[in-house]
């Protein structure tokens, strides 16, 4: 997987197609990826010591990775990421369309 946590995605398909959202967390094994603000469930919550209350709370789902593209810093856009080798030997993600680092 391409994505890291603090990436600034935009989904490309699903219900919520088009929101921009950075990424929380990421799911290797499953090849998901938790974004902030996007694909929105409603969970029903038992009273307990943090909630007292208990009811029906929102919270973001995960989402397959394919369905986001991350957004160029310097176009604004969305891109592919590539992989190149720096000066002092080291793996970078680059982006495709602008081929500036996005590390």
Not at 24 to 33: D, G, L, Q
Not at 40 to 59: R, S
Not at 60 to 74: L, R
């Amino acid at each position: 997987m391409n994505l890291k946590v603090g990436d600034k995605v935009v989904v490309i398909a699903g219900k919520d197609k088009g929101k921009e959202g950075k990424i929380i967390k990421t799911f290797k094994k499953e090849n998901k990826v938790l974004v902030e603000g996007i694909n929105m469930i409603t969970k029903h919550v038992k009273p307990n010591a943090q909630n007292e209350n208990g009811g029906i709370i929102k919270v973001e789902a995960p989402i397959h990775a394919s369905n986001v593209m991350i957004i160029d810093p310097k176009t604004k856009k969305r891109t592919r990421i590539a992989h190149e080798i720096n000066k002092e030997g080291k793996k970078q993600r680059i982006s495709v369309k602008s081929k500036e680092s996005l590390n």
